[in-house]
């Protein structure tokens, strides 16, 4: 089985501050890892993925990830936190089971941003 | 950039009555699903699709149910609403690849309230 931890439910940094959120995940397989990011009122948009080739993974809007297998963490950065980046954050999980490609979310992380 | 469209985005139903929810994509996706989404909790699959007159059931037991007469459209129908099926329900789609590579663009979701 398959699963995803997000350490805090709510996050709040300041404008130019560092954001981490973290992710650590539960796989019997080499996992496929996702953030996503909602921003209110809208659906889901892909931040990154990692898919088993580097291990640092650079998404939009200027967030990246870094899968740690020894750590089983795949913990969201972004060095300076902006206003339009507040949102709710979920990562995600999948392991490929013969076609039956499906995406487990973790809770998902609101993150503040304060001016 | 993904076009997946769900509608109505907002609903507000009184028990007992039916309703369809409607999810629509043009990128010509094989693969759509349904993901229910309560506040503060994780994402969980309800139904998914890998193509045309394909229909299964996700991970979390649904009154819901789906079709796909055409691959573009993939509804999802309440026979008689109830308020436990106050939700957020999220619609995403995916094309067919190697595992690695697959990724689910998500539409912007309805939120129903039954009362």
């Known amino acids: 089985a398959q699963s995803v931890t997000q350490l805090g439910s709510h996050v709040s940094v300041s404008e130019g501050a560092l954001v981490l959120l973290r992710c650590n995940y539960s796989?019997?397989?080499?996992?496929?890892l996702f953030w996503y990011v909602q921003y209110p009122n809208q659906g889901l948009q892909l931040l990154l993925k990692y898919t088993s080739a580097a291990t640092l993974v650079k998404g939009i809007n200027g967030f990246e990830a870094e899968f740690k297998k020894s750590e089983t963490s795949f913990h969201l950065t972004k060095p300076s936190a902006h206003m339009s980046d507040a949102a709710e954050y979920f990562c995600a999980v999948r392991h490929a089971n013969f076609g039956n490609e499906k995406l487990t979310f973790g809770t998902g992380t609101r993150l503040t941003i304060i001016p | 950039e993904a076009d997946i469209y769900q509608t109505p985005r907002y609903l507000v139903i009184g028990t007992g009555k039916k309703i369809t929810l409607e999810c629509s994509q043009t990128m010509g996706h094989d693969k759509m699903y349904w993901y229910q989404q309560d506040p503060g909790m994780e994402l969980h699959l309800i139904h998914y699709?890998?193509?045309?007159?394909?229909?299964e059931k996700g991970d979390l037991s649904s009154e819901s149910t789906v079709s796909r007469i055409r691959t573009e459209h993939f509804p999802l129908t309440l026979e008689s609403a109830r308020p436990s099926h106050t939700s957020q329900y999220l619609c995403a789609s995916s094309e067919y690849r190697l595992a690695n590579q697959e990724t689910q663009y998500f539409g912007p979701g309805t939120r129903l309230l039954v009362l």
């Open positions: 699709s890998y193509g045309v007159n394909s229909t």
């Open positions: 796989s019997s397989v080499p996992p496929y």
